[in-house]
T-cell receptor
């Protein structure tokens, strides 16, 4: 399999559930990202991992918890979410995690609905 | 604050040409990206500009003017499959990627 994959593609959960989103990249990149995409809004960067180390955490609520066990895998653990957290969650990877031309490659996303 | 502006929605006709504009105000500049995103799919990389001028890739071209804080994406010989959202993003002085909200392009036969 090539590129960036994400599972599940769709997820419906209640506010008291705990679930995890998974991302895997097969590009040999060193940086991985989690984004939230809501309708008609810019992509919101949530977390950045560079060489497995978290380098950015843009004031994301603690109900979102990232995990990066190696440079190919990234997880987003979810617990006690709110309905306003419903969105498309995109994972991306890039070769270097910095530099102007460092192009990010995206997975297809997980469409999350919180009831 | 940092800001990327692009039109929310545009409509064009199959076979025609359309220009999608993007203006930016950021703290520093280290390049500008255009991505295409079909509904329910991943954003895919289209182009990267860091120097002023026009970069051409087949039917798609991207232009940058750093002095004006302005870029456009030009799509020629439009096809129905070009119906998608087009995202503009700028790398600032801290190498953070600042995203616009995207332009939804609707192609009509």
């Amino acid at each position: 399999e090539t590129g960036v994959t994400q599972t599940p593609r769709h997820l419906v959960m209640g506010m008291t559930n705990k679930k995890s989103l998974k991302c895997e990249q097969h590009l040999g990149h060193n940086a991985m990202y989690w984004y939230k995409q809501s309708a008609k809004k810019p992509l919101e960067l949530m977390f950045v991992y560079n060489f497995k180390e978290q380098t950015e955490n843009n004031s994301v609520p603690s109900r979102f918890s990232p995990e990066c066990p190696n440079s190919s895998h990234l997880f987003l653990h979810l617990h006690t979410l709110q309905p306003e957290d419903s969105a498309l969650y995109l994972c991306a990877s890039s070769p270097d995690g910095g530099g102007g031309a460092d192009t990010q490659y995206f997975g297809p996303g997980t469409r999350l609905t919180v009831l | 604050g940092q800001n990327i502006d692009q039109p929310t929605e545009m409509t064009a006709t199959e076979g025609a040409i359309v220009q999608i504009n993007c203006t930016y105000q950021t703290s520093g500049f280290n390049g500008l990206f255009w991505y295409q995103q079909h509904a329910g799919e991943a954003p895919t990389f289209l182009s990267y500009n860091v120097l002023d001028g026009l970069e051409e890739k087949g039917r798609f071209s991207s232009f940058l003017s750093r002095s004006k804080g302005y870029s456009y994406l030009l799509l020629k010989e439009l096809q129905m499959k070009d119906s998608a959202s087009y995202l503009c993003a700028v790398t600032d002085s801290n190498y953070q990627l600042i995203w616009g909200a995207g332009t939804k392009l609707i192609i009509k036969p």
